[in-house]
């Protein structure tokens, strides 16, 4: 493997390189092991996340070595770079008609796709349904038993290149039109309630006791979120803001689906 990182380093310090045939052979070979889920772009790490950096940049340059070409599905065509995934029923993977998933993305077994997207270098654990038209960007990171619903879109990270990829932990739920991007991170079993946008730059403000805390770029675990927003004075005037607001936690001593519903009950949230 210490072989392979070097020869990625060698090749994004070089593009030149990408010309050579041994290059492109080790190239391609990190876009299998992602697609089998032997290697991942971003991994649990303790408490943090580890990102894999070299990763990220194969799947770049992955890109320019590829050629356009048609793919046909039944009566449908594409022309691009990158092919799909196949064989969902060896992988213990439901995949409902339109959903489609790239060559370099992994889908654990158990995983459900309605008519969906998931982007090469994405990992989507099992248990995890992603709903219909919601999508995975590249690289995105998906935990276990974690639901996508309608229309949500999770952020990918190849386009700018950007150091972490957009990480939603085991057992969150994810409401309706949801946008998470620029590599938040969304903590294990939080709520997120339909229409919330989070970047980087958005403050999301715990409301729950005497006085706010304000957030950025991660969402803490158990946490029941909705939309929200501030005033904040510009040259021009006062004007609000969107954030999120944490009303509300999520009981770790209950079981995560009972807890999932009395969060949506006992906080009235829009799924």
């Known amino acids: 493997m210490q072989e392979i990182i070097q020869t990625i380093e060698k090749a994004w310090e070089n ?11 080790r190239i391609r070979e990190v876009i299998e092991l992602l697609d089998k ?10 408490d943090s996340w580890k ?9 770049v340059m992955y890109f320019p070595i590829q ?31 339109h ?15 309605m008519p969906s997207y998931v982007n090469i270098g994405a990992w989507v654990g099992s248990g995890t349904m992603v709903d219909t038209w919601a999508t995975v960007g590249s690289c995105g990171q998906i935990g276990r038993n974690v639901h996508l619903s309608g229309g949500v879109g999770i952020g990918g990270v190849l386009e700018p290149l950007q150091a972490t990829p957009t990480i939603i932990e085991d057992n969150c739920f994810i409401g309706s039109r949801c946008i998470i991007v620029e590599g938040v991170r969304v903590r294990k079993e939080a709520v997120i309630g339909a229409g919330v946008t989070i970047t980087q730059s958005t ?10 805390i304000t957030h950025k770029g991660e969402v803490p675990e158990r946490s029941v979120v909705i ?10 005037g006062q004007y609000n803001v969107n ?25 009235n949230v829009a799924v």
């Open 15 to 25: 593009r030149e390189l990408l010309k050579e045939s041994s290059i492109q052979s």
């Open 37 to 46: 889920g032997k290697l991942r772009v971003a991994e649990p790490d303790g």
């Open 51 to 59: 990102v894999n950096d070299w990763v990220k940049k194969a799947v």
């Open 67 to 97: 050629k356009m070409e048609t793919i046909e599905v039944g009566p449908f065509e594409f022309y691009d770079k990158i092919p799909l995934k196949k064989d969902y029923q060896s992988q213990g993977v439901r995949v409902v008609p």
């Open 99 to 113: 959903a489609i998933a790239r060559h370099g993305s992994f889908l654990e077994s158990g995983v459900i796709m």
């Open 203 to 212: 403050h999301i403000i715990d409301v729950t006791g005497p006085e706010p």
């Open 227 to 236: 939309p929200g927003s501030y005033t904040k004075s510009f040259p021009a």
């Open 243 to 267: 954030c999120a607001l944490i009303i509300g936690k999520r009981k770790p001593s209950t079981d995560k689906k009972v807890s999932l519903n009395d969060a949506l009950r006992e906080h």
